[in-house]
């Protein structure tokens, strides 16, 4: 290959913020070297120094940036399908969980499943999301609840770039839930198990962002507080699970440790949107579990747009709340339960998932930015949340190889 590779003939939508709609750019070009992007306009302005560049025909296609799922729980044990027969049976979730179901079913099945049995069920998992474009995904631990299990799980998150070309950041979500053998003792789990966790899986190199669940069902405030003091001490940032069921204020109290963003949300109030601008914290749609828990409760999309707060998101892909592996179809459910537009939702996995994840130089088609793109045979980016069951996707570029 030449020192340059130059893709000519297709529709860039960068998403960078400008006069045009999607940061579109028609019969545009896109010159890479070294795996970055160091030019993208016009056909016509292509500078002089890229003409003995590789030229790559892209046949009139549309490219976007790769697209990026920042809040997903890819890696865990067994399922969860015949507690989800049962809830459509009739069954309360009171009896499913008597029956062995719900969280404690999942977290029994990835204790008990081996690193390989991890890694090989997730690769299954993320090529559904490589087929669609993604070029980078967040995973979170939380299955595990004990420290042996969440520190395999985030081993299994590291290697799947060894594996397959994908970036991944993780998140230690010790504080997702307390497990049956500390039921009724959750500042003992959180003392004796959560945050000895981190502690071991940061000293391993294991951990980019702590992650929690605020909420009534899973752990307060001022338990959260403590495991994100600790991560501070760490150096480590934060994000939290905030406002799906109820307003705890988690929203506000992760916008006061700078958080990178505040997920589900359908619960947040003014004062939270105000907490979370005032941080640069951004939200994080997941219409999946929305969907699947049969929600009414929608988050405050239009407070967001008021406020100026970034929109990211995600599939949240786990085995019970959120069976979702189709970050395509997230987009268009994001348009029609929520009323998002299609521009919101593409910038919502690609800038905006991007700053989710603390990640700088993803997300946009731009000059110094990796050349992770998605090439889709389409004429506009808006179809890619129009259609439903429907993958336009012709090829991947990572890294600046097709």
């Not at 090989?120 to 559904?128: E, G, I, T, W």
């Not at 990211?312 to 069976?323: F, M, V």
């Amino acid at each position: 290959m030449a020192k340059n590779t130059l893709f000519i003939n297709l529709t860039a939508a960068t998403m960078a913020h400008d006069t045009a709609p999607y940061g579109l750019i028609e019969d545009a070009a896109i010159a890479v070297e070294a795996g970055r992007i160091c030019w993208v306009g016009p056909k016509g302005d292509v500078p002089a120094e890229y003409n003995t560049a590789d030229i790559v025909d892209l046949e009139r296609r549309l490219v976007t940036p790769g697209l990026i799922d920042c809040h997903t729980h890819i890696v865990h044990g067994g399922d969860r399908a015949v507690e989800f027969e049962m809830r459509l049976n009739g069954a309360s979730y009171e009896e499913v969980a008597r029956a062995g179901g719900g969280i404690v079913s999942t977290v029994k099945a990835t204790r008990g499943a081996s690193e390989d049995t991890l890694l090989s069920d997730a690769l299954r998992r993320v090529d559904v999301l490589i087929a669609e474009g993604v070029t980078c995904l967040e995973i979170k631990s939380g299955y595990g609840l004990d420290i042996e299990t969440e520190l395999r799980m985030l081993r299994v998150a590291h290697a799947i770039p060894t594996h397959r070309n994908v970036h991944v950041k993780t998140s230690f979500l010790g504080a997702h839930a307390t497990p049956p053998e500390y039921a009724g003792r959750d500042e003992a789990y959180i003392d004796e198990v959560c945050i000895p966790a981190l502690r071991a899986a940061h000293a391993q190199g294991l951990v980019d962002v702590v992650d929690g669940f605020c909420e009534g069902i899973a752990f307060g405030p001022d338990q959260i507080a403590r495991v994100f003091d600790v991560a501070t001490e760490l150096g480590l940032p934060v994000k939290l699970h905030a406002e799906q069921l109820s307003n705890l204020g988690g929203a506000r109290l992760a916008a006061s440790y700078g958080a990178l963003s505040a997920d589900h949300i359908e619960y947040l109030d003014q004062d939270g949107v105000k907490a979370m601008k005032d941080a640069g914290t951004t939200a994080v749609i997941l219409p999946g579990a929305f969907y699947t828990l049969r929600e009414t409760q929608e988050p405050p999309i239009d407070l967001l747009r008021k406020h100026g707060v970034p929109m990211a998101i995600a599939t949240d892909i786990n085995p019970g709340s959120s069976p979702l592996n189709s970050l395509l179809l997230t987009l268009n459910m994001g348009c029609t339960l929520f009323r998002m537009t299609p521009e919101e939702t593409l910038r919502g996995v690609t800038q905006n998932a991007a700053r989710a994840l603390g990640m700088s130089d993803v997300g946009v088609l731009a000059a110094g930015m990796r050349a992770d793109m998605a090439v889709w045979d389409i004429k506009h980016p808006a179809e890619l949340s129009y259609r439903i069951g429907f993958n336009p996707l012709h090829s991947r570029i990572f890294g600046g190889t097709l």
